[in-house]
């Protein structure tokens, strides 16, 4: 089996983008008015505590460690065959940019694509970086993270009426109206991506990286094994941290000292309990009872369909749904979106080698066959 094949790799995928899901759904049923306050009772508020406790911040970081995974991947295959990789590497993160951009103005204006492709052209820089400037990076985000975090905490503590107009949502109009919606959505949420994921996401490419030098992800692997001793001391940071955050995220009237704050300990919390889904997500893939992820075979078409399936609900080019649901239900809709997705795309690849949107990045990097 190849590297790209592992299950543990297939399954960390199709649980990386499960929790994608569920944190991006909201985002595409739902304006910016009602994102940023949160409810204050009942099962939406249940769910806004869930959802920040167990999912913000944590699966994109799963995400970007199989990122830089998979760097390690090419490299090596690179290697092997005797061929630079540089060039196919720099295809690769243009064609991922061009899909990007079409993503982030046709489907989801806060697409993390095109982060990736300028987030991956420093990741090449480090390609023969030692195992310990690794290592520093990936700490080094951390620190970053909490500053850029605290700088959105303390932002979102300023009153919504003094940023936002509210009007009537573009995504409920006809192709013109939703793409010009998407577009000025997306000079707001560029930004945001930026500061959120933008940190975290380079050092879980490293770590990715570092690992995949280290065969943390072959059986008998000693820094899997050390992973495993940690986990116990990843709760114990993980649980008071997402903690604080939720319970920031789901206040109101806060000042902006106290919402740097709680937002900040995300940066900590987010990669202690993304690594927590790390272990026990590798331990089900080895017991051979996770069945066939669809999505974790083909995840760059299982991040994109989720929300074309998303917008077909909710947009007026659809059932015209948006923001008709509170987070409860939108939170039972993104498991549902990402099990269509999933169930859809295993049938795909009964028939096809690759996924829709794979043979798309294929044809860029590579040409045409």
Not at 221 to 246: D, G, K, Q, T
Not at 346 to 368: D, K, Q
Request: with cysteine; net charge positive; charged share 10%.
């Amino acid at each position: 089996m190849s590297p790209s094949r592992a299950p543990e790799v297939d399954l960390l995928r199709a649980v990386a983008l499960y929790g994608i899901c569920i944190a991006n759904i909201p985002y595409l049923a739902l304006p910016f008015d009602a994102l940023a306050v949160p409810p204050s009772e009942g099962i939406d508020r249940l769910a806004a505590i869930g959802s920040a406790l167990l999912v913000h911040g944590k699966f994109f970081v799963l995400f970007s460690f199989l990122f830089g995974w998979g760097f390690g991947v090419q490299l090596a295959a690179a290697e092997r065959r005797g061929r630079p990789a540089r060039e196919t590497y720099l295809r690769r993160l243009a064609g991922l940019l061009v899909i990007g951009i079409a993503h982030a103005f046709l489907v989801f204006a806060g697409d993390i694509l095109i982060l990736y492709a300028i987030l991956g052209l420093v990741l090449w820089t480090l390609r023969n970086a030692s195992d310990q400037t690794l290592r520093r990076i990936a700490m080094g985000s951390v620190v970053v993270a909490a500053l850029a975090y605290a700088i959105v905490g303390a932002a979102l503590t300023i009153p919504l009426d003094t940023i936002l107009s509210p009007e009537p949502s573009g995504y409920l109009g006809g192709f013109n109206d939703a793409l010009a919606q998407r577009a000025g959505d997306w000079v707001l949420a560029f930004p945001f991506v930026l500061l959120f994921n933008g940190p975290l996401a380079f050092g879980a490419f490293a770590l990715g990286l570092l690992a995949h030098r280290h065969g943390f992800l072959e059986p008998g692997s000693a820094a899997f094994a050390r992973l495993e001793r940690a986990i116990p001391w990843l709760l114990l940071v993980a649980i008071p941290a997402n903690a604080a955050y939720a319970a920031t995220v789901t206040s109101t009237g806060l000042q902006a000292l106290t919402g740097a704050a709680g937002w900040a300990c995300l940066a900590v919390g987010s990669p202690a309990l993304a690594s927590v889904y790390l272990w026990a997500t590798v331990r089900l893939a080895r017991t051979g009872s996770a069945g066939d992820p669809g999505m974790g075979r083909v995840s760059l078409s299982g991040y994109i369909l989720q929300g074309i399936v998303a917008g077909l609900i909710f947009n007026g080019l659809g059932l015209g749904l948006h923001g008709q649901f509170g987070l409860a239900a939108l939170v039972a809709m993104a498991v549902l979106v990402a099990v269509i997705v999933d169930v859809a795309l295993r049938v795909w690849l009964r028939f096809f080698r690759t996924g829709p949107f794979e043979a798309v990045l294929r044809r860029i990097t590579y040409g045409p066959a």
